[in-house]
């Protein structure tokens, strides 16, 4: 017969259960990507990107893509999230195992404060982890924070979830990435001591200036919840990524603004053809302004760093436009 006490606990540990999987679910930043790798790059999807001299060290793996492991044409498979599985597992098995013998968290789940403990100690284990990863995050953004912070451009206009306009223009000139990735196209990678970046496509200024053009229309967009936009620049899993992650800030009751985007500097990794299928792989560091708002008030909730080294992959039906098709963050 089940007691008003064990239903206690079990209420307890679904609850403990819960808030350890928003946990392990939270984006680690606020900007489209959420500061996590994702998307699909083809046959290179679990390939690591050629260093470059804005990124020269490697890119994070990707912990979500729809592409299936070993597939030569990349052949989608169901969406996974990945970030910190390993981690969060251990824990919460840790201590549900603990519970379920009378050990609980920290081994003290005996008499009637049992309840009440395990939910202090669920509590006090959260924000423990939050803090752990908030402290790692930022040491990882720190390298990429020593460059000048130069604004341009007005800031994104309000919208709902996946709706409004896309508010504001292009955060900045077009000459950042199209000088840095042609210095790359010539002799520049061999001057700076790198071996050439591989390009099967043929990467032109045109092409340079529209991954620098779309890096800040999907940044602006993301900020404005602009779905038509997200949908015309990404391809259909990342534009499904975007989508989870400004309907969870719905939930929270925040929106992520982000204004005056503007790209500093720019390499090409890699280029390649996959039958009728081009890819592009480049380096991209930028500026911007980035901060989490409250729906109800328009007050800041939080701000995150005010620049960012990435690694985006573009891709584009032969003689068709390019579009966001993954997002990886640099180590």
């Known amino acids: 017969m089940m007691t008003p006490f064990s239903r206690g606990r079990r209420t307890a540990l679904a609850l403990g259960l819960a808030a350890l999987m928003a946990v392990a679910a939270t984006p680690g930043e606020a900007r489209p990507g959420g500061g996590g790798s994702m998307g699909s790059r083809g046959s290179k999807t679990f390939s690591a990107p050629a ?15 729809m592409t299936q492991p070993g597939s030569p044409m990349g052949a989608p498979a169901a969406p996974q999230r990945r970030f910190g599985g390993g981690f969060f597992a251990g824990l919460l098995g840790a201590g549900l195992l603990g519970a379920l013998i009378g050990g609980g968290f920290f081994g003290g789940l005996g008499g009637i404060a049992s309840f009440l403990g395990l939910l202090l100690q669920v509590g006090l284990l959260v924000g423990v982890v939050m803090l752990v990863m908030r402290f790692l995050r930022r040491r990882r953004e720190e390298p990429a924070m020593a460059g000048a912070y130069h604004r341009s451009g007005p800031a994104a206009g309000p919208g709902g979830p996946l709706g409004g306009g896309l508010g504001g223009g292009l955060g900045g000139g077009l000459g950042g990435l199209g000088a840095g990735l042609g210095a790359n196209a010539g002799g520049g990678a061999a001057a700076q001591g790198r071996p050439p970046q591989r390009d099967e496509v043929g990467i032109g200024p045109q092409d340079f200036d ?24 990404t391809t259909p899993e990342m534009f499904g990524y975007f989508g989870e992650e400004i309907r969870a800030n719905a939930a929270r009751g925040v929106v992520n603004k982000i204004a005056d985007v503007k790209l500093q500097q720019g390499d090409l990794a890699e280029a390649w053809r996959e039958g009728p299928v081009d890819y592009a792989t480049v380096a991209m560091r930028y500026t911007l302004r980035d901060a989490l708002i409250s729906r109800a008030n328009g007050q800041v909730v939080e701000t995150n760093p005010s620049e960012a080294t990435e690694v985006w992959t573009f891709m584009r039906q032969r003689g068709g436009e390019w579009v966001v098709s993954a997002i990886q963050q640099t180590r």
Request: charged content about 20%; overall charge positive.
């Open 51 to 65: 260093p470059t001299t804005t990124a020269p060290g490697a890119a994070a793996p990707m912990q979500r893509s």
């Open 210 to 233: 529209a991954f620098e053009r779309t890096l800040t229309q999907v940044q602006l967009a993301y900020g404005a919840e602009d779905a038509a936009t997200l949908r015309r620049l």
